[in-house]
């Protein structure tokens, strides 16, 4: 019966359109299911956003599912092979926005604590569920305000499995057990406009940027460790012009962005680049933001139960990865030693007509359950 479960609550959770920030009430549904296994369920709204902190237990170590109900909007809804929050049946496939990213993963966490729960109602540590509905948009009022309220409490978990679509051709091929951090800039450089055929009376911009961008370009910023590749800097947009071609542009600005591992920090990175614009002489003004520092979980306690539960379920053996873009791991890893993420295929995510094979959710609810068993074992046995 809790096979035919993860599959209910899976499309249960797709018939909600829960368009970031909008949970639609998938956490409400989903405080149901854990109430009656002993969950404390907290709502932790912030700025119209809907959190669910859900813990059993109060007991060391403390594991926690973490994931979000929002999903990105669904596009033109006549591309879709099905009506996109209508779960979908079809040659095996589930079809339905948020089908992969990520509402079989949150249905899993349920399952896979329902059926543990049942077979070692005494066991170790205890049990949580971090939920929001901000992760696909801006991420300011979602993980981030749940793990501020976490910390002023003093309440921090040991394990933390976010259930992000890490598996690219096989179920249970990939866990990322750390993401690069990303730091953008803003670089707006001053000139003085004036007319092409009266350069001397004018300065470009963009002819005194140019030679410090193509050092930046040129630079290795590090040599990035085991884990992580180089720290990469690569710019995504130049504004300068007024839009006629006879006059020479005032300001010239350039979006820059660092994709960097934990080989370099923050601080250092600004450093170095702030130097190549002085040494070129520029007059200029840099705005940073930084959405996301880097973390890394080394192989240990987390990653082997969770490449055991995998192997056992499924066969594969599970690569740690630390590729791809930033998740709401970031900002669990500032609470928690041991972070990965962990879950089914990602191939068709964000696009139209998002699905999943349907033999992928038993497998995953089970490896779920599994780290479960190894992580918190029985107290007492017979």
């Keep these: 019966m809790a096979d035919a479960d993860v599959r209910a609550l899976t499309r249960a959770l797709i018939a909600r359109p829960s368009v970031t920030p909008d949970d639609a ?60 929050f209508e779960p979908t049946e079809t040659e ?18 349920v399952v896979a604590a329902e059926e543990f729960i049942a077979a070692h109602p005494k066991h170790a540590g205890s049990i949580a569920l971090l939920l929001t509905s901000d992760e696909e948009g801006p991420a300011t009022d979602g993980t981030v305000h749940v793990c501020r309220v976490l910390e002023a409490r003093d309440e921090k978990p040991d394990y933390c499995i976010v259930g992000e679509p890490t598996s690219a051709n096989r179920l249970g091929d990939t866990i990322k057990n750390g993401r690069r951090g990303s730091m953008s800039a803003r670089i707006t450089v001053r000139g003085v406009q004036g007319h092409v055929a009266y350069p001397h009376l004018a300065r470009n911009p963009i002819h005194e940027l140019a030679p410090a961008l193509a050092e930046l370009t040129a630079i290795r910023w590090d040599e990035g460790n085991d884990y992580f590749p180089p720290t990469t800097f690569q710019v995504s947009n130049l504004h300068a012009g007024t839009g006629a071609g006879n006059v020479i542009p005032g300001i010239a600005a350039i979006d820059c962005n660092f994709r960097f591992s934990t080989a370099s920090t923050p601080d250092d990175l600004q450093a170095r680049l702030i130097a190549v614009l002085d040494r070129h002489g ?3 003004d840099i705005a940073w933001t930084i959405s996301g520092l880097p973390f890394l979980t080394p192989q240990g306690p987390l990653c082997a139960a969770l490449q055991s539960a995998i192997s056992d379920e499924t066969g594969a053996r599970a690569e740690l990865s630390t590729t791809g873009g930033t998740s709401d791991g970031r900002f669990i890893a500032r609470l928690c030693p041991q972070v990965v993420e962990f879950g089914p295929l990602n191939r068709t995510i964000h696009q139209v007509g998002e699905c999943l094979p349907l033999d992928n959710l038993v497998p995953l609810k089970n490896i779920y359950r599994r780290v479960l068993e190894t992580l918190l074992p029985d107290t007492e046995r017979g």
């Design 25 to 84: 009430g998938c956490q409400d549904l989903i405080a149901e299911r854990l109430r009656p296994l002993g969950f404390s369920c907290e709502a932790l709204p912030s700025g119209g956003v809907s959190n669910l902190w859900a813990r059993r237990g109060a007991a060391r170590p403390l594991l926690v599912f973490a994931g979000h109900t929002d999903v990105v909007p669904p596009g033109p809804e006549a591309a879709w092979p099905s009506p996109p």
């Design 282 to 284: 520029l007059d200029y």
């Design 92 to 109: 095996g496939m589930l079809v339905g926005r948020g089908a992969a990213d990520m509402k079989t993963s949150v249905a899993a966490f």
